[in-house]
């Protein structure tokens, strides 16, 4: 039922209906129920005594529109008024201004509409104010916020301008007007909120930042994005003279100002900030080198310069982060986060190796660098990386042979090196990789035959090794293999036509997987004659994919096995009564 935990009076009577509270109320600190609270649901004879209502964590509290009409003077000794998540709808009541001893009031994410009341500033022990999370609510922050002398921390959603009474607060310590609709510059006087160690302002304001930022001496959290800021980052973010801010606060730990229309160079002495955890810059349009002091960083969990027009070379230090995901696009656009466990280069202008420094970032567990202009070789080093599990490489103008160091990648589980110019064999070490499911090389210029330890990667669900110059006969262990894709070998006008059935079965998880092939000799070949009889004369019935130099279809051999067979178009095929067959399930 009704859970007390403190009586500040023993003689209490309850009476008129029961409605609401008796399964929807289960914590009230200090005393609560009273007779006008929920439009006479509730009543008692000590109304007078109540010091805390906190219904936050009850069930589903419905009142509607009466919420604007509740009567809260049977409440002067309030100090906490708590109704936070339940759908209390209506407007705010300007009775909650005869609340005059209420220190800590939060309505967020009740479903309230309207406009706040002006009486809120009648509140002025106020020292918590939470509103936000009611997206009905509309109009300005009332101005009459400015005389809540004892704010501490204030949250809203709410439209307009920011009021300037609100930097006369000085005791403001937590300011969040997060995801709001507020535009126009910031106020001069919100720079006198001194004692301010978090500030969250995301919203559409416009003009610059000014750098009286720095009177923020005891900030550690500042989130300015998604705003229209222009001008260079003033120092205590730009002008250089102001530069110095940032130095002489050091206590500074969190700087957000992505997604605003900030420019010119990032300064310098930012970098120099040896406190940081999180630094943001991105989607701005800052220009110029990214500094060598970016390395004073070091404690950086997240640092974010991605989506500018900075240019340059990456100074090498980044690649020592022991912290952080680097993402470098066009090769001179930075982000580091969490860890160093993914790795993205994309979409560059030039030509450039792959740099060496790479290899450094041994907790690596990603490394995508395709669609780039890589040039050169893939790097010896790249065993290094042990925890690597994926690695695309694809899109890129790659000249070399596969190095034997890919195999020591024992984590691997992605390789793709198609769409290059790779050349030389496939490393037969590669069967070594156990663990992998995708294997691309195709579109390069790779030559000899296929190697047959292919046909250990028991787990692989995909193969590309179409369009190259391999030649030879395919090993029947790489067509034992469940591939996915109709023609893993595609493009090879030297390879000789291979036939095999299917021996991995993963219908069963709990059997042994067969990494194992019949041999050729024991198949022999099978009559073009048998294959039309089967097929019913290739009836589109038995047709189970179409590709560029065949269709495929299932067959079923005397024996029982049932295999996909490729029939070649007219002009592609090599033997008419020679069929190249791959493996596929048992139970197809």
């Given at each position: 039922?009704?859970?007390?935990?403190?009586?500040?009076?023993?003689?209490?009577?309850?009476?008129?209906?029961?409605?609401?509270?008796?399964?929807?109320?289960?914590?009230?600190?200090?005393?609560?129920?009273?007779?006008?609270?929920?439009?006479?649901?509730?009543?008692c004879n000590i109304a007078g005594s109540i010091i805390q209502i906190n219904l936050s964590y009850a069930f589903i509290i419905e009142v509607g529109d009466r919420f604007g009409k509740l009567n809260f003077s049977p409440f002067p000794n309030l100090v906490l008024l708590d109704l936070?998540?339940?759908?209390?709808?209506?407007?705010?009541?300007?009775?909650?201004?005869?609340?005059?001893?209420?220190?800590?009031?939060?309505?967020?994410?009740?479903?309230?509409?309207?406009?706040?009341?002006?009486?809120?500033?009648?509140?002025?022990?106020?020292?918590?104010?939470?509103?936000?999370?009611?997206?009905?609510?509309?109009?300005?922050?009332?101005?009459?916020?400015?005389?809540?002398?004892?704010?501490?921390?204030?949250?809203?959603?709410?439209?307009?301008?920011?009021?300037?009474?609100?930097?006369?607060?000085?005791?403001?310590?937590?300011?969040?007007?997060?995801?709001?609709?507020?535009?126009?510059?910031?106020?001069?006087?919100?720079?006198?909120?001194?004692?301010?160690?978090?500030?969250?302002?995301?919203?559409?304001?416009?003009?610059?930042?000014?750098?009286?930022?720095?009177?923020?001496?005891?900030?550690?959290?500042?989130?300015?994005?998604?705003?229209?800021?222009?001008?260079?980052?003033?120092?205590?973010?730009?002008?250089?003279?102001?530069?110095?801010?940032?130095?002489?606060?050091?206590?500074?730990?969190?700087?957000?100002?992505?997604?605003?229309?900030?420019?010119?160079?990032?300064?310098?002495?930012?970098?120099?900030?040896?406190?940081?955890?999180?630094?943001?810059?991105?989607?701005?349009?800052?220009?110029?080198?990214?500094?060598?002091?970016?390395?004073?960083?070091?404690?950086?969990?997240?640092?974010?310069?991605?989506?500018?027009?900075?240019?340059?070379?990456?100074?090498?230090?980044?690649?020592?982060?022991?912290?952080?995901?680097?993402?470098?696009?066009?090769?001179?656009?930075?982000?580091?986060?969490?860890?160093?466990?993914?790795?993205?280069?994309?979409?560059?202008?030039?030509?450039?190796?792959?740099?060496?420094?790479?290899?450094?970032?041994?907790?690596?567990?990603?490394?995508?660098?395709?669609?780039?202009?890589?040039?050169?070789?893939?790097?010896?080093?790249?065993?290094?990386?042990?925890?690597?599990?994926?690695?695309?490489?694809?899109?890129?103008?790659?000249?070399?042979?596969?190095?034997?160091?890919?195999?020591?990648?024992?984590?691997?589980?992605?390789?793709?090196?198609?769409?290059?110019?790779?050349?030389?064999?496939?490393?037969?070490?590669?069967?070594?990789?156990?663990?992998?499911?995708?294997?691309?090389?195709?579109?390069?210029?790779?030559?000899?035959?296929?190697?047959k330890e292919i046909g250990k990667l028991c787990d692989l669900s995909y193969l590309n090794l179409g369009f190259n110059q391999f030649s030879g006969p395919v090993p029947m262990s790489a067509t034992s293999l469940y591939i996915i894709s109709p023609d893993p070998f595609e493009g090879?006008?030297?390879?000789?036509?291979?036939?095999?059935?299917?021996?991995?079965?993963?219908?069963?998880?709990?059997?042994?997987?067969?990494?194992?092939?019949?041999?050729?000799?024991?198949?022999?070949?099978?009559?073009?004659?048998?294959?039309?009889?089967?097929?019913?004369?290739?009836?589109?019935?038995?047709?189970?994919?179409?590709?560029?130099?065949?269709?495929?279809?299932?067959?079923?051999?005397?024996?029982?096995?049932?295999?996909?067979?490729?029939?070649?178009?007219?002009?592609?095929?090599?033997?008419?009564?020679?069929?190249?067959?791959?493996?596929?399930?048992?139970?197809?």
């Amino acid at each position: 039922m009704i859970s007390l935990l403190q009586l500040v009076n023993h003689e209490i009577h309850i009476g008129g209906k029961i409605e609401i509270c008796d399964v929807q109320i289960d914590y009230i600190q200090s005393l609560c129920i009273c007779c006008s609270m929920f439009a006479y649901t509730l009543s008692c004879n000590i109304a007078g005594s109540i010091i805390q209502i906190n219904l936050s964590y009850a069930f589903i509290i419905e009142v509607g529109d009466r919420f604007g009409k509740l009567n809260f003077s049977p409440f002067p000794n309030l100090v906490l008024l708590d109704l936070s998540h339940h759908q209390l709808g209506g407007k705010i009541s300007h009775q909650i201004g005869k609340l005059s001893a209420l220190k800590h009031l939060d309505l967020s994410n009740c479903g309230l509409s309207g406009e706040l009341p002006p009486s809120l500033g009648n509140l002025t022990q106020l020292e918590c104010l939470d509103i936000s999370y009611n997206d009905k609510i509309n109009g300005s922050v009332p101005p009459q916020l400015g005389n809540l002398v004892n704010l501490v921390s204030l949250k809203l959603d709410l439209t307009g301008k920011i009021p300037s009474e609100l930097g006369f607060l000085s005791n403001w310590v937590y300011l969040d007007l997060y995801s709001n609709k507020l535009f126009d510059p910031i106020p001069f006087t919100l720079y006198h909120m001194t004692n301010l160690e978090h500030l969250c302002i995301d919203n559409y304001l416009e003009g610059s930042i000014s750098k009286n930022i720095e009177n923020f001496k005891k900030i550690s959290f500042l989130s300015i994005t998604n705003n229209r800021f222009t001008d260079h980052i003033p120092l205590a973010l730009s002008l250089v003279h102001s530069l110095l801010a940032l130095v002489i606060y050091p206590t500074w730990e969190n700087l957000e100002l992505d997604s605003n229309l900030l420019n010119g160079p990032i300064p310098s002495c930012l970098c120099r900030l040896s406190k940081f955890h999180t630094l943001r810059l991105d989607s701005n349009l800052l220009e110029g080198p990214i500094h060598e002091e970016i390395c004073d960083l070091a404690n950086s969990i997240s640092l974010s310069l991605n989506l500018n027009k900075l240019n340059g070379s990456i100074p090498s230090c980044i690649f020592g982060f022991e912290l952080g995901v680097g993402f470098l696009w066009g090769w001179s656009i930075l982000v580091v986060c969490n860890f160093f466990c993914c790795l993205i280069f994309n979409q560059a202008k030039k030509k450039s190796p792959i740099p060496e420094e790479i290899c450094n970032l041994v907790n690596l567990t990603s490394f995508n660098l395709f669609q780039n202009k890589l040039s050169g070789s893939i790097l010896s080093c790249i065993g290094k990386l042990s925890k690597v599990d994926s690695l695309p490489l694809s899109s890129n103008l790659l000249k070399c042979p596969i190095p034997q160091e890919i195999c020591i990648l024992a984590n691997l589980t992605s390789l793709d090196l198609s769409q290059n110019k790779l050349s030389g064999t496939i490393p037969s070490c590669i069967g070594s990789l156990s663990k992998m499911q995708h294997l691309s090389l195709g579109s390069n210029i790779l030559k000899g035959p296929i190697p047959k330890e292919i046909g250990k990667l028991c787990d692989l669900s995909y193969l590309n090794l179409g369009f190259n110059q391999f030649s030879g006969p395919v090993p029947m262990s790489a067509t034992s293999l469940y591939i996915i894709s109709p023609d893993p070998f595609e493009g090879n006008s030297s390879l000789s036509p291979y036939m095999c059935p299917p021996l991995t079965n993963k219908a069963n998880n709990g059997q042994e997987k067969l990494c194992r092939c019949t041999t050729n000799e024991e198949w022999g070949f099978i009559a073009y004659e048998d294959i039309v009889a089967t097929t019913e004369d290739f009836n589109i019935r038995f047709c189970i994919g179409v590709g560029g130099y065949g269709s495929v279809y299932s067959e079923k051999l005397p024996c029982g096995k049932v295999v996909a067979l490729k029939k070649f178009h007219h002009l592609e095929a090599v033997n008419p009564t020679l069929t190249r067959v791959s493996g596929m399930r048992s139970n197809f």
